[in-house]
């Protein structure tokens, strides 16, 4: 029905995650029957980000600057690191705001099935960075799944054993949730991290 | 937080329907993080697309091409036209399976606050295309909505007064709801049920 370039459209809009075909097909027309410049902005910074952004040479998140703004920032405290798998992950940390130290962003976990292995973490980059900058303290802060935990345990043995302070950030019930909606794996560590008032 | 490249690329993003800041987020960390084949993929599409896609010298559909499938396949009856608002209503006409005339898209409705009026509808090429063609019989089918419905009644009168037999799509279509959305049982009888205007 519709011609090649429009259906190439519609399939290449399906890389975009959660997007079907139906809304793919809704986009691509919408883009080209009202939206020629919002679609060409699109193209422009599709390209430029593939062409220009990479890892910062401090914490290896995402940027096209050699430094990100968190690792150019002199007033972060350089001696604490706080090691996640994605930069989505920092910004969670960062709407906190109560860390004061640095990031290291892996960028993914352990996962030998998809040929994830330490190297393409960036764990020996992570320890000239624990090195370099004399880390004291390392929070992980990977994610509560298999691969996450498997991750949080390997980067542990590797900088305990340069006896740097390592923990895990806790889990537990989250702040303003009922305790009927969490489920048990959570709440059976909830228990085991309680702290006496 | 992310470095300009990102954050641009996060604000075009939204010009997508349907794509909020945080959905905007994590498409453009996904694309960046394991998707650079897809997104170099869809850059190369957009651009493509709004370099060649242009208008059906015939109906006026999207199309990169002289002549959209439809107007060019010998087997449709040019004397019976059928008038909708978008591409992707003429998919959903189509897939009732039931009308074997031609379309004319309008890629919209009137809409004089947008400066939407008859020539930006193309209704002066439509008198082009009723003459060339010999249209006998035309079933307009925009959309139940008040801007379908004056879109409707404009076309209506153009046409009556050139001796067309003309008639509106049925009410088997919601009222307020929109083409694309109907299923094509439902529309196949709206075409059946359609009223002599
Ligand atoms: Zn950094
Ligand atoms: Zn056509």
Redesign the pocket.
Known sequence: MFSPLIKELIESLRCLPGVGPKSAQKMALYLLEREHKGADRLAGALREALDKVGR??????L?EET??????DPERDATRLCIVETPADVLAIESAGTFDG??F?LLGHLSPIDGIGPEELGLDHLDNVVLHNQVEEAIIATNSTVEGEATCHYIAEQLKSKNINVSRIAHGVPMGGELEYVDGNTLALALEGRKTL
């Open positions: 910062c040479s401090g914490c290896r998140t940027t430094e990100c703004s968190i690792c150019a640095r990031y962003v």
